[in-house]
């Protein structure tokens, strides 16, 4: 089993001043369908897909995508990386997917202070999304959580809306806006997986190396 991750756009709707992935408002790459599927094509194992960005749930393609992925039966899991702005609208897309496909989908929903700050319910909306699918077999909600700004206000919410066991909680790290700052460690990467590749918005494949992703994203208008 391998893991696709590819980022399919650079444009998000808010602008984490922290971002690694240089994404934002003032981006506008969007990958294309061909150009997608020539990536899935090119693995011919079975496969996990993360779909990330900038926010992948402005691509209006994001469906084709998934309906593709699907098609080939090689797709066992998809893993959508989302700021959650736009997810009470995809919600139940999202959920009708996994039923009727029977591919589980984890939706890794991001948190951190920038976040907070936009949308200060947003602990609140990840309890309802994880306990409106709780007994739904292969959905999942998972908090991503990156710390280094009002930290104990983040982990006292984590702890008042009980998402504790849903929430992996990391540190900010040294790479994308954040490169060079010494505050802050490079990123480390644990995975458990045979083995995976990433692609940027435009197609481009860096293998293994987060770093050199990042920084050419940086370069993408
Ligand atoms: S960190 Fe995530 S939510 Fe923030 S600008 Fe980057 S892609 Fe968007």
Not at 87 to 94: E, G, K, M, P, Q
């Amino acid at each position: 089993m391998i893991r696709i991750y590819i980022n399919i756009t650079n444009q998000c709707n808010t602008n984490c001043p922290f971002c690694c992935m240089y994404s934002g408002t003032e981006k506008s790459t969007y990958m294309s369908f061909n150009k997608y599927k020539e990536i899935i094509d090119f693995h011919k194992k079975d496969f996990e897909l993360q779909l990330e960005g900038g926010e992948p749930l402005l691509h209006e393609d994001l469906y084709l995508f998934l309906e593709y992925a699907r098609s080939t039966k090689r797709c066992k899991k998809i893993i959508l990386s989302t700021n959650g702005i736009l997810l009470d609208s995809h919600f139940v897309r999202l959920v009708d997917f996994n039923k009727y496909n029977k591919i589980p989908i984890t939706v890794k929903l991001s948190i951190n202070y920038w976040l907070h700050k936009e949308n200060p319910r947003c602990f609140e909306k990840a309890l309802d999304w994880h306990l409106a699918t709780e007994f739904i077999e292969g959905f999942n909600i998972k908090l991503n959580v990156r710390l280094r700004n009002q930290d104990q206000l983040i982990r006292d919410e984590i702890n008042n809306n009980n998402l504790g066991a849903i929430s992996n909680i990391y540190y900010l790290q040294s790479y994308g806006k954040l490169s060079g700052n010494k505050d802050y460690e490079k990123p480390v990467i644990v995975q458990n997986i045979d083995d995976w590749f990433l692609y940027s918005t435009d197609g481009t494949c860096f293998n293994k190396d987060l770093i050199a992703r990042s920084e050419h994203e940086g370069r993408l208008l």
